[in-house]
């Protein structure tokens, strides 16, 4: 990996010290708007049933993606090239949708390696709905993609060389998924650390190999659309296994099942970003 700058503009102290107000400032409009919407639906009679935390995640999602823009312009990245979105169309199809099937196949795979050891077992009556996961892994790519990776990784390796930018952003990335969604085995803490971190190293990877965000954007969709899907196919099975396959919200990526899982996708995707680079350099 190439190394970036020894002093950019942004240093990596006036990065953090950003994003810390950046996530001072999404919290306190979360906080801030979601009583005042919880009553104002409430009188409506619309989501009754939710409980405030409901409110709060959403409201504080709007504020992230209200507040986004001006981050951006502080850390001089407003703009499509800054945060890895600049691509030819046709080339960022391309690798959006190949990242997908590979990370899609790849926990489809998983999954159905813990039924076979009886970690989980098919649901008999599933209630299948391709579309929403699909749109949700979408979403989730998108927004988590911008940030982690071309905002946080990005600003990092400006001042930071290339490899210190993808683990520090890669384990804060692990971190904060431990906030809403903790392993409920702390023999999965450790597993789930490494797993996701990797993952996120994984992402990382994407970008810098790729040039832009398209790439790990769908292979973070098609982890999630796999997820989602398996979900509906599938319950949970014998306990016991947690190390292995996952527990909690994210299980079967934060598993050490999910290394080979992982590696395998890596070389996978290091051969098709080749064949994608060199049919590109053809037609152009």
């Avoid at 708007?33 to 009754?48: D, E, I, K, R, T």
């Avoid at 990526?253 to 098709?272: F, H, K, R, T, Y």
């Amino acid at each position: 990996m190439q190394s970036g700058g020894a002093g950019g503009q942004f240093g990596g102290v006036k990065t953090f010290r950003a994003l810390a107000l950046y996530a001072l400032a999404v919290v306190a409009l979360g906080l801030v708007l979601s009583l005042p919407v919880q009553a104002v639906c409430q009188h409506l009679g619309w989501f009754a049933d939710k409980p405030w935390p409901k409110f709060f995640n959403r409201c504080a999602t709007v504020a992230a993606l209200v507040c986004l823009w001006p981050l951006l312009r502080a850390l001089g990245m407003a703009s499509w090239q800054g945060i890895g979105l600049q691509s030819p169309p046709a080339l960022a199809l391309a690798r959006g949708a190949a990242g997908w099937v590979v990370a899609f196949a790849g926990t489809m795979l998983l999954g159905w390696t813990a039924v076979a050891a009886g970690n989980r077992v098919w649901d008999n009556n599933p209630t299948l709905d391709f579309l929403k996961p699909l749109a949700t892994g979408c979403v989730v790519g998108i927004m988590e993609e911008v940030f982690f990776r071309g905002l946080l990784f990005g600003a990092l390796r400006r001042e930071w060389n290339t490899s210190a930018a993808l683990w520090v952003s890669s384990v804060f990335y692990a971190l904060l998924h431990f906030v809403g969604a903790p392993p409920t085995n702390w023999l999965g803490v450790l597993p789930a650390v490494v797993s996701l971190t990797a993952f996120g190293a994984l992402l990382a990877w994407c970008y810098v190999r790729s040039g832009s965000l398209y790439l790990c954007i769908g292979v973070h969709a098609g982890c999630v659309a796999g997820l989602k899907w398996l979900g509906q196919i599938s319950d949970g099975g014998a306990a016991g296994l947690e190390w292995l396959f996952g527990s909690g919200r994210f299980r079967l990526v934060n598993g050490v099942g999910g290394w080979p899982m992982l590696l395998v996708m890596w070389l996978v995707l290091i051969g098709l970003e080749k064949l994608l680079a060199r049919i590109h350099a053809r037609r152009d």
